[in-house]
């Protein structure tokens, strides 16, 4: 029995070879480490400040869906820019993300028309009370401590 088992690794080995390949490059495909592209943002205050932020870009419904799930640590200055292709009523959430946000909803001229904040792993949808074609989020916060509000504009040059 032994010895027919021995064989029987032998001659599928290659079987074997190949499953635990496809299970490694699953557990690869999975991870949360997957670059998204970033572009450095000017938001212009009602004061005329220009305030920067260096944004990851979500473009497509995997990174939009994904967001800043399981993130730790995101530093001030930096955010996420969800970018949508028609003006709807956005809706976001705070599943699997632990730490606190804030999110700004942005219309296609790049007006900020709404600032909220949100609560880590929340499952309360936070909802744009009008059509907008962008959502901003960065730490909770962030907006208010570099003086940006309601009104104030997105530099749309991408």
Sequence with gaps: MQQSIGNLIKRNRY???SIFLVLVSLSFGCSNTTKLKTKNLTITTSAGNEIAVKAE???TPETREKG???RKKIPDGTGML???SD????SF????????????YIDYAGRIREIHDMKPQSLASTVSSVSVRYALEVPQG?????GITEGD???LDF
């Design 15 to 17: 079987v074997f070879l």
């Design 68 to 70: 800043f799930m399981f």
């Design 57 to 59: 870009i979500a473009d």
């Design 93 to 104: 959430w705070m599943k699997n993300t632990p730490t606190a946000l804030s999110i700004a």
């Design 153 to 155: 504009y997105l530099k």
């Design 142 to 146: 962030w907006f208010s401590k570099v």
């Design 87 to 90: 003006d709807i009523v956005l």
């Design 82 to 84: 969800f970018i949508f």
